[in-house]
């Protein structure tokens, strides 16, 4: 057993769909959730940037003595979750990709994959579709340039502006969307609006069960009783944790 906290980490308020699954799935866990804000979007940025900015994070949170480091973050995950690994090889780190393997597995024909920039083209995601795909499914692999910032800004207008541009031509031609981003998950409704036959998928379920399966095996799970705590770290605002701890609470 270990009392230690769980770390995740965001390029911002993205993270927070996965933070309250893990909570959903974990509840006698203590939670360091840090929210990367000033350096949002990450999937605008270069791979050496993007290693620089989360080897700093999770050399914050290691020195919080976090058991087990969680990236809620696609585009994170799929460009430096298998170096960071080789740098802190003691360290278990979980992952989070888009849920194209669910979109499959539940035998939807005709799939969305909407994304940051670098998800989009990245390998692990071109890997995805191709290992996935049928001859009898269609997978529309989209970039949400700008979107995840527009979130973190809280633009409504400007986010609902976006979608329509982003989405409107695929209402008659989709069955799911792959939610290929976290932050994305704080605009379910607002994509409804747009497409609202089409099934939203992510996978914060995975992650979570992921997690508690590491902890499992490493002998790491809390021997609290009651329910743990949750410390939220955000680096451009203290009011975006006013703001996260209002999405938490929905």
């Given amino acids: 057993m270990n009392n230690y906290k769980i770390g995740v980490f965001d390029s911002g308020l993205g993270g927070l769909s996965v933070l309250k699954e893990l909570i959903n799935t974990l509840p006698n866990e203590d939670y360091l959730f840090y929210e ?5 979007p990450y999937g605008e940025k270069t791979e ?4 620089k900015i989360t080897s700093n994070i999770v050399n914050y949170l290691l ?3 976090c058991k087990i480091i969680v990236i809620a973050c696609n585009t994170a995950t799929t460009s430096c979750m298998k170096k960071l690994r080789e740098i802190y090889e003691d360290t278990i780190f979980v992952g989070t990709v888009p849920a194209i393997k669910v979109a499959y597995d539940n035998n939807y024909k005709n799939v969305i994959n909407l994304s940051t920039p670098y998800t989009q083209n990245s390998k692990r ?6 290992d996935f795909k049928n001859d009898d499914e269609n997978i529309y692999n989209i970039s949400g340039e700008n ?3 527009l979130i973190e800004l809280n ?3 400007e986010i609902d502006e976006l979608l329509n541009k ?8 989709c069955d ?3 939610l290929g981003c976290t932050h994305y998950s704080l605009i379910k409704d607002e994509i409804k609006k747009v497409l609202p036959n089409v099934a939203l998928l992510d996978g914060c379920t995975g992650v979570a069960n992921e997690v508690k399966r590491q902890l499992e095996n490493n002998h790491l799970l809390s021997d609290r009783k009651g329910k743990g705590t949750l410390e939220i770290i955000n680096t451009k605002s203290n009011i975006l944790i006013e703001r996260s701890m209002e999405i938490l609470s929905k």
């Fill in 36 to 40: 990367d804000s000033i350096n949002n």
């Fill in 48 to 51: 050496e940037e993007l290693l």
């Fill in 63 to 65: 020195e919080q003595k």
């Fill in 125 to 130: 995601v071109c890997e995805l579709i191709n």
């Fill in 147 to 149: 979107l995840a910032n």
């Fill in 155 to 157: 633009k409504k207008e």
């Fill in 166 to 173: 982003l989405l409107s031509s695929y209402k008659d031609k």
């Fill in 176 to 178: 799911a969307l792959v």
